[in-house]
């Protein structure tokens, strides 16, 4: 079983930056798609980045374009994502996903994704 474990997340103040990582066990990461989503209270859970397995093709949610950055080191089988610029209404929960399914393209669906991590929390408020 494919086991992703998140980490990085916390309270920062707005205007600050945390980096998050994901973890993922095995030896197939680099033949996953990667995401990012978040879930805040009360909404629905969104995506927020994907990553092609090759690191070619990016997705961005509108709402960070610009202000975020989602990376991976095949090497340390991790997936990355470098938030800058933080608003309050960046608060949520983040998990990252792996997608086995090898399509070309990286999914914003979440349905798409056959793994999950459990989530890290960040919280930005003064």
């Known amino acids: 079983q494919v086991q992703l474990v998140e980490s990085g997340g916390g309270l920062v103040q707005p205007g600050g930056s945390l980096r998050l990582s994901c973890g993922v066990s095995?030896?197939?990461?680099?033949?996953?798609?990667m995401g990012w989503f978040r879930q805040a209270p009360g909404k629905e859970r969104e995506c927020v980045a994907t990553?092609?397995?090759?690191?070619?093709?990016?997705f961005y949610a509108d709402s960070v374009k610009g202000r975020f950055t989602i990376s991976r080191d095949t090497a340390k089988n991790t997936v990355y994502l470098q938030m800058n610029s933080l608003k309050a209404e960046d608060t949520a929960v983040y998990y990252c996903?792996?997608?086995?399914?090898?399509?070309?393209?990286?999914?914003?669906?979440?349905?798409?994704?056959?793994?999950w991590g459990q989530g890290t929390r960040v919280t930005v408020s003064s």
């Open positions: 095995g030896s197939a990461f680099s033949t996953y798609n």
């Open positions: 996903a792996a997608d086995s399914s090898l399509r070309v393209l990286p999914s914003t669906v979440s349905t798409d994704y056959d793994y």
């Open positions: 990553l092609s397995r090759k690191g070619v093709h990016t």
